[in-house]
């Protein structure tokens, strides 16, 4: 390995979470600060709660409400288009039968 080009390396270093609790580890930082830590995370805890990383959680229900807005504007359209379908003779003996 060649001693100039990898990183120091800290024995010791404080994780510290965002729920207060904290450990050491080593590390190529100093300090570290997290969200969400091994006592915390709903994973571990069991809990039944979203971590919304960075606005996921946000962005798809985001999506949901427009899909759900599309798929309403859409329905009317498919019905109507249904209807028309409906009232049109679909063979040479059923035109010649309406006549």
Sequence with gaps: ?????HPQ????VKVM???GNSFVTGSTKKDIHVEVCYRCH???????RFVDTLGQVG????KQE???NYAQKTAGKKKKKEIKETH????LKELL???
């Design 1 to 5: 390995m060649k001693p100039v080009i």
């Design 9 to 12: 390396f800290y024995e010791e």
């Design 17 to 19: 979470c965002s729920c």
């Design 42 to 48: 709903p994973l571990y805890t069991g809990e039944k």
């Design 59 to 62: 962005k798809f229900q985001k």
């Design 66 to 68: 427009v899909a759900q």
């Design 88 to 91: 049109q003779p679909k063979t």
């Design 97 to 99: 039968t309406e006549v």
